[in-house]
């Protein structure tokens, strides 16, 4: 039953005789009246409501009806703290008072497997069940009423009466098939059983809500084994997992992420890690346990510089010390984008030739012919100059007289020396004069 005000869910209902089939559906059905069928409009709550109703047995055999209960059920380890068992009276001038208030305590939550149960000492002696929270025998009407389960805040004292502003979580009627019966907080309503108030109901399906009466049967007030008293399992709450931001680093750069890991009830010890595809260098760091219950274990996700370029996914797992453990997960995304190329090198400016290196391009000049003998002592002079002046230093003149040497060659070229010959000494002589020259 999803969370309304009672004003909002229903107005105080006419009694209504029923068949002896008879449960109510308020969902959609009509209800004979004196005599006239008339419609009823039901609850208008939802299913999956982390706690209802589940069970209720409010009178059976014998006396005092110390075996009564009420058993919660819904999503485990919902809290209970400041929710309040109701029962309103639905017979004649009473009806709309509340005969009994059960406050849930502060830090009550549903079990482990998903159940409170609210009753009576005699649950031991019948049905082997110590309950959540004992209550006095008889805590319970023995007439047509209204059973709720209702927000504490707003909910007035016993023998006080409803207001219809109260919020409601879950409800259902129980009529004897009293004409006068009126029920309220928007419950539909079981009942009668052969003429007389049903002991109780129970869900058909554990948790299964339409809001309708279609969703219960009658319970056995002669407390056999149909009814099932079922009480809180312990609650062992799981833990969370957090992991850091989405990694994005580039080949060669190493990275990391943080990763940390809760359990409110326990310790967090170990960490597992899987990564698709796995290039084996996207490991978990150091691991620190936790140290206490409630406080967080820790490790890292890191990615290695040698990790290739890619995409990887990277599921962390957290276990606990729990028996079994618990597990919590959580993913990374790893981005590594291939390293850029490095920025290219310009070729090494080849080394400027020396006087030798002219001698011998003259040489082999003469040698082949393209340099004229006749000329060849001149040319051998010019660069003998050029030795002296290097040997002592002059650097500018000797530059100056690679140049002279090289208008020399070019003058006297195609009649004394062949073209290509006059090309590759001037070339030779211009370069080491260029290297010669402050830059």
């Known amino acids: 039953m999803a969370t309304s005000t009672a004003a909002e869910l229903a107005e105080l209902r006419p009694a209504a005789r029923v068949p002896r089939w008879g ?115 008889d805590s319970f009407a023995n007439g047509s009423q209204t059973l709720a389960l209702v927000e504490t805040a707003g909910l007035g004292a016993v023998m006080s009466s409803v207001t219809g502003a109260e919020v409601v979580r879950d409800a259902v009627g129980l009529t004897d098939g009293g004409p006068s019966d009126r029920w309220f907080l928007g419950a539909p309503v079981v009942g009668p059983d052969d003429g007389f108030l049903p002991g109780g109901v129970r869900r058909t399906v554990d948790g299964a809500d339409t809001d309708t009466a279609g969703d219960w049967v009658f319970a056995d007030d002669q407390l056999g084994p149909a009814n099932t008293p079922t009480a809180a399992t312990p609650y062992d709450a799981p833990p969370t997992a957090s992991c850091g931001p989405s990694l994005a680093t580039t080949q060669g750069v190493a990275d990391s992420a943080p990763v940390s890991a809760t359990d409110p009830d326990g310790m967090v010890m170990a960490f597992t890690l899987n990564v698709v595809p796995d290039p084996g260098t996207v490991t978990l760091g150091s691991v620190t346990p ?146 010669l020259s402050p830059s």
């Open 23 to 137: 449960l109510i559906d308020l969902g959609v059905v009509l209800v004979l009246v004196g005599g006239l069928l008339l419609p009823l409009a039901g609850a208008r709550a939802l299913t999956g409501d982390p706690v209802l109703l589940n069970e209720a047995l409010v009178s059976h055999t014998g006396s005092p009806d110390g075996t009564e209960f009420v058993e919660l059920f819904g999503t485990p380890g919902t809290a209970l703290g400041g929710l309040s068992l109701v029962s309103v009276d639905g017979d004649n001038s009473t009806a709309g008072r509340i005969d009994a208030r059960v406050d849930l305590p502060a830090g009550a939550t549903l079990g482990g497997n998903g159940f409170f149960l609210v009753g009576g000492s005699g649950l031991m002696a019948n049905y082997g069940v110590t309950p959540d929270l004992v209550v006095p025998a």
């Open 290 to 435: 936790a140290s206490a219950p409630g406080a967080p274990g820790t490790t890292s996700v890191e990615v290695a510089a040698a990790t290739p370029p890619g995409s990887y996914a990277a599921t962390v797992t957290a276990w606990t010390n729990a028996s079994p453990p618990q597990q919590a997960s959580c993913a990374v995304t790893v981005a590594v984008d291939a390293a850029p190329d490095p920025d290219p090198q310009p070729d090494p400016e080849p080394p400027a030739p020396s006087v030798a290196e002219l001698v011998a391009i003259l040489d082999a000049g003469l040698a082949s012919g393209d340099v004229h003998g006749g000329k060849a002592s001149q040319f051998v002079e010019r660069l003998a100059r050029v030795e002296e002046f290097l040997a002592t230093g002059q650097t500018s003149a000797a530059a100056a007289q690679l140049q002279a040497f090289a208008n020399q060659v070019a003058g006297m070229s195609p009649q004394w020396v062949a073209p290509a010959a006059a090309a590759e000494v001037v070339a030779a002589a211009q370069a080491l004069a260029a290297s």
